[in-house]
């Protein structure tokens, strides 16, 4: 530390306390400073920023601003809109020939007339006992089960 600064802050050894000039302390005692604006000379400020680094040890973070473009992001808000907006349709609408449905017989993925097909021909095998088949809840596998699906695969908006 120079003299000089040493002088300043009223104080030869590193480890005390620096000291603020007398004029300093007393115009922030008084109550006429309150609300009013203290100016502090960029020197000040260098000095405490300095010593605040020395004493903490770290530098200032670094931040690193990318900046794009608006309709860039006007447009990934619209692609996220949209893709919530299918899961949402597709969660809400059941029996909309996901391969989970019971009405996907032959497991392609698809209500179809082809699931219509293999539930008739499984019936036309002999009978059927998994209720698993019974799409209608009326408690047998059977021509109804058939037509249910069939109905179900032709409509316009599955639901």
């Known amino acids: 530390m120079s003299d000089e600064r040493k002088q300043q802050h009223g104080s ?11 004029r300093l302390i007393a115009a922030l005692r008084s109550r006429s400073l309150r609300g009013a604006r203290v100016d502090v000379p960029p020197s000040v400020d260098a000095a405490v920023m ?10 200032p973070p670094v931040r690193i601003v990318i900046a794009l473009p ?9 692609l996220a809109g949209a893709g919530v907006s299918f899961l949402l349709f597709r969660a ?3 029996g ?3 391969a989970s449905s019971n009405e996907d017989i032959d497991h392609n993925g698809e209500v179809d007339m082809l699931d219509a097909f293999a539930l ?11 209720l698993h088949y019974d799409l ?9 089960d058939i037509d249910w699906i069939a109905g179900h695969a032709v409509k316009l908006h599955k639901s």
């Open 120 to 130: 008739a021909r499984k019936i036309q095998s002999g009978p059927v006992a998994d």
């Open 70 to 78: 608006r309709w860039l992001a006007a447009a990934a808000v619209v």
């Open 50 to 59: 300095e010593q605040a680094r020395e004493k903490l040890g770290q530098n």
């Open 96 to 98: 909309t020939g996901t």
């Open 12 to 22: 030869s050894s590193e480890e005390a306390e620096p000291m603020a000039p007398a």
């Open 92 to 94: 809400a609408t059941p």
């Open 136 to 144: 209608n809840g009326d408690g047998l596998v059977d021509q109804h």
